[in-house]
């Protein structure tokens, strides 16, 4: 067939129309209509409204209709603003890993960064009368407002308070600011002339935000959250009452209105933009539809050998360190503690017992080892004599101990205990082995990393965060040097603005000698040279090239041992020469091989919305083999389980939790009694990941499968002592290679990685077989990333892209996850479901899990907590979740715990669900067969089928009809191993 010359052009132009547009196979148009939590501004000449949605500025006439993208994906561009010529718009973007202050023409071209450097630049405003732009910075140690001179790029610092400014704005005439100040002596909102001190306009403990001039200058316009809900405001200049201009049902966001004249003006909320008139509750929508772009492409996921029986090398060694000598290493591994001599080819086990023996250290002569385990319950601090072999406990205290480390002259420990009062922290205590008594030298200190003496004894160092404001939680961090004497501690920083590695056993390392500190940053070793106050006094000097973890010195100052990814090697000081330390030390899996019935009354399989009923599950070693009608004597002499009075179910999936070595033994053990045979762990010290998995899939200790990550891959600031801060170049590539090294099941980027890092580590994942997932909604959703966690949860914004203040989430977050097909993990227990219930079911902690590993203060604490909740909007987040399964996007079970208890939390988890209106077989599926999917494990687990891994929980009643029956709880089966209440109980 031939085409004609003029349909030929048309085919050609579209072809070249289309590749323009990137379209591909897996591309998916998703048009939007709604914005959750977007901004606005209306142009000079009132015709048009730049706009963002999804961190991209768009542009469309005042008066609504199809709006036209002016920025690419990948900016994260918000809150946008007109100069006074109406050419331009301004905007903060996080384009290049820090929120700057750009602009661009209304036309989409010449794009351009005004601010630079390490710091955040946020809300701009445009002067209506000059080419300058006031935002808020953090680059004087809080926020405060600033100018820019757009033509000439200088920088004016306007304000100076210890309380953050930010949302600042010109008044019409651009000859005074407001702004939102959290100034200690009256928080509210503020007014700035030049030459003159602020004025107080309005005072208030509640948050405020964006406020906005009226055009006449003699009112001011904003923001309020209060406990009724966000509301817009209006309160004259001279002072008086607030008049509240929205209906108190609105869902108002936290950003600018627009004046069009003296009595009508522009501002989102519910998702739209809205137009209202001054004395009037009536408001007018103006509708907009944003088209944007997906590219799903499908790849090859990992494939995982869960069959295998043969010996694997043990990656999970926690803590290595080198003895004084520098002839032995101590370490973790496998539950125990272990000694590896050079030279012997095998490390000899020390300890040998069903708990978890970590962070051993040295005695400074070498005779005796330091370490926390939870023998007793919680972790507590232990000493071995390697000579007598007789283990001592030093303090059994009732919060959990860590990290504890020797004073050079013997004669002292130095450990953190948990602060009961905050989650994540601990005080940091030295005890006199002499006397056995402690005290603490630092207070409440957020995940800091193993403490480190100075040969004199004088001052301890470790890792901590230092914040860049108190209005954000991000930061660096850096070596906090501890003086004894309780003189003041100071943060030193070997190169300045950035951060060290993650904060656990990567230093801040003394030598002996005192001559040098050794540290981890851009995943690799470092030493600086230091003088006996600690202070810098050289430039830092690089040892190895490729990644290095927990470095520790001999006692001669002469090399350092490091973990290479996964093997042990050690460095020479003085010419950077590098050995490996050859350690054949090697696990198995437990593989089961007994054969036998279960005579189950009901099955759930995990597909179907009815049981199978009155059947026989073959279970032959790890797997089944057959699901038949009941037959008496059908398998010969094969073992029969009785289970004709209850329901199987596949074993649950939790999706969303962070584990780590405090939990103790009984931390393994809880998730089983839950029903719980897997959990997903995106985000956690690696190696601590592998040696629970190590120890649980090889028998050592009972536990669930877990399926992990390491750190968060974070941007150049951090939060988390788990996060590994990455901004381009070398350290990106290390970090990503040892996810394929040690075997991640997957990738978790942060809030702080700029989305074309995260694109980047996503196609690196996804030609690894490994999923990614995020908090972020878009641009990842388009960039292929595989899931997103939470419904709202942290955001490097200071506001959720994808859960408003009142708990909504509009149609562009629902259509991106409906349409995609990416998973969410909405954590909805976490967004006040728990609380709910543990303020209003009274059964809720009535099952003998809890009695087992909780306590009554727990419940006492929880219910505490939960009578002070306003549960007022949590019903929002439950009418999203139930759009969102009943329009065919893909959610599963998490929690977040332990920041709410682990296991239980969970099933408070499926009955939030429930509540939502979501049946019991909508939830359990969720929790079983889609969880398995996400993770890329459908053909093994997820499912109670023939070929599947026998994962089983035995439950009494009728869980498809009562979802709090999945708690009857009588047995669980793991890789076809049973337990039973006892073993679930003890242990043993």
């Not at 052009?9 to 990137?22: D, E, G, P, Q, V």
């Not at 005695?363 to 005796?368: I, L, R």
């Not at 951060?499 to 390392?509: I, Y």
């Not at 029903?675 to 028998?699: F, H, M, Q, V």
């Amino acid at each position: 067939m031939s085409i004609k010359p003029n349909l030929l052009n048309i085919f050609l132009f579209l072809l070249i129309f289309t590749s323009s547009k990137a379209i591909t196979p897996d591309s998916i148009r998703v048009t939007l209509t709604e914005g959750t939590n977007m901004a606005i501004a209306l142009s000079p000449d009132k015709k048009s409204i730049a706009m963002d949605i999804q961190g991209t500025i768009w542009l469309m006439s005042a008066g609504g209709g199809k709006a036209v993208a002016l920025t690419d994906a990948l900016g994260d561009c918000r809150q946008p603003t007109w100069s006074a010529d109406g050419s331009q718009i301004a905007f903060q973007s996080y384009r290049d890993g820090n929120f700057h202050i750009w602009k661009v023409n209304k036309d989409g071209s010449a794009l351009t960064q005004l601010t630079f450097g390490v710091y955040h630049d946020r809300e701009p405003h445009w002067s209506p009368t000059k080419n300058e732009i006031v935002f808020s910075s953090d680059r004087s140690g809080n926020y405060d407002i600033w100018k820019i001179d757009v033509d000439k790029r200088n920088l004016t610092q306007l304000t100076a308070e210890p309380g953050n400014d930010y949302f600042p704005s010109f008044s019409s005439d651009g000859s005074k600011l407001a702004y939102v100040s959290e100034r200690n002596s009256a928080a509210g909102l503020y007014i700035l002339e030049s030459n003159c001190e602020p004025k107080l306009l309005v005072h208030s403990k509640e948050k405020l935000f964006s406020p906005v001039w009226h055009p006449s200058g003699k009112q001011v316009i904003f923001n309020s959250l209060l406990p009724q809900g966000s509301q817009l405001e209006l309160v004259a200049v001279g002072g008086g009452d607030w008049q509240t201009l929205s209906d108190k049902s609105d869902d108002v966001f936290p950003f600018k209105a627009s004046w069009i004249s003296d009595t009508e003006y522009l501002y989102t909320a519910n998702g739209q933009i809205l137009r209202a008139h001054l004395g009037e509750t009536k408001t007018t929508k103006i509708p907009f539809e944003a088209e944007v772009i997906l590219n799903r492409k499908k790849y090859i996921t990992k494939v995982r050998d869960f069959d295998s029986k043969k010996p694997q090398p043990v990656q999970g060694i926690r803590s290595p360190i080198v003895s004084p000598d520098g002839k032995s290493i101590v370490f973790t591994a496998l539950g125990d503690l272990w000694i590896y001599k050079k030279g012997t080819g095998k490390p000899t086990q020390i300890t040998n017992d069903i708990f978890i023996d970590v962070d051993p250290v040295w005695s400074p002569d070498g005779k005796k080892l330091a370490y926390t385990s939870d023998k007793k319950g919680n972790m507590d601090l232990y000493v071995r004599d390697l000579v007598t072999g007789k283990d001592t406990c030093l303090l059994d205290a009732p919060d959990n101990l860590k990290f504890p480390s020797w004073s050079p002259d013997g004669s002292k420990i130095a450990f953190y205990q948990a602060d009961p009062k905050s989650l994540g922290k601990n005080v940091l205590n030295v005890m006199e082995l002499g006397t056995g008594k402690s005290a603490t030298i630092y207070g409440s200190l957020f995940e800091g990393s193993q403490p480190g003496w100075a040969p004199d004894g004088k001052y301890i160092v470790i890792s901590s965060l230092e914040a860049y404001s108190t209005r954000f939680r991000e930061g660096l961090s850096k070596i906090l040097i501890i003086p004894l004497d309780k003189s003041p501690s100071r943060f030193v920083s070997p190169v300045p603005e950035r951060t060290l590695a993650t904060r656990g056993k990567n230093g801040p390392v003394i030598s002996p000698d005192g001559s040098k500190i050794a540290y981890i940053l851009d995943n690799i070793l470092w030493i600086v040279p230091v003088d006996p106050q600690l202070n810098i006094v050289g430039p830092p000097k690089r040892l190895t090239n490729e990644l290095a973890e927990a470095p520790s010195w001999s006692g001669d100052s002469q090399k350092i041992v490091f973990l290479a990814t996964d093997m042990l090697k050690e460095v020479s000081v003085a010419d950077g020469e590098i050995k490996m330390i050859d350690m054949n030390f090697t696990w198995q899996k437990k593989q089961p091989e007994d054969r036998f019935v279960i005579h189950a009354g009901k099955v759930f399989d995990g597909r179907s919305e009815k049981y199978l009923e009155n059947v026989d599950v073959l279970i032959e070693g790890a797997r089944i083999r057959k699901i038949t009608p009941h037959r008496a004597g059908a398998y010969g002499n094969a073992k029969i389980i009785d289970a004709s009075k209850q329901v199987l179910i596949p074993g649950l999936f939790e999706m969303h939790t962070h584990q780590n070595a405090q939990m103790g033994e009984k931390g393994g053990r809880l998730w089983l009694a839950y029903g719980i045979t897997s959990i997903r762990e995106p985000g956690t010290d690696p190696y601590d990941a592998l040696e629970r998995k190590e120890s649980w899939n090889s028998g050592k200790r009972l536990g669930p499968r877990t399926f992990f990550t390491g750190g968060h891959m974070e941007g150049s600031r951090v939060y988390y002592n788990r996060s590994t801060s990455n901004v381009g170049g070398g350290q990106l590539d290390l970090e990503l290679n040892r996810a394929v090294k040690l075997g991640y099941d997957l990738i978790k980027t942060y809030v702080g990685l700029p989305d074309n890092l995260q694109k980047r580590v996503t196609e690196f994942a996804h030609q690894n077989g490994l999923p990614v997932t995020s908090h972020e909604i878009y641009p990842a959703v388009g960039n292929g990333v595989d899931g997103v966690e939470h419904m709202g949860a942290t955001s490097r914004r200071g506001y959720s892209p994808k859960l408003t203040a009142m708990n909504n989430t509009y149609q562009d977050v629902q259509q991106l996850l409906i349409k995609s097909g990416m998973y969410i993990t909405p954590t909805v227990s976490l967004q006040g479901g728990f609380t709910a219930l543990a303020k209003n079911d009274t059964s809720f902690f009535s099952h003998w899990q809890y009695s087992k590993f909780y306590t009554e203060k727990l419940k006492t604490d929880l219910q505490g907590s939960a009578s002070r909740m306003n549960e007022s909007t949590y019903s929002n987040v439950e009418k999203t979740l139930f759009n969102l399964v009943r329009s065919g996007a893909k959610v599963t079970l998490g929690t977040d715990s332990p920041i709410i208890p682990s296991g239980f939390s969970f099933h408070a988890e499926l009955q939030c669900w429930v509540k939502a209106g979501l049946s019991p077989f909508e939830t359990l599926r969720a929790a079983t067969l889609w969880s398995a999917q996400e993770i890329g494990v459908e053909k093994d687990l997820g499912t109670i089928e023939p070929g599947k891994l026998a994962d089983i929980v035995l439950v009494d009643g009728d869980p498809l009809s009562n979802i709090k029956d999945v708690l009857r709880i009588n047995g669980v089966y793991k890789n076809g191993e049973f337990f039973d209440l006892k073993k679930l109980k003890t242990g043993f």
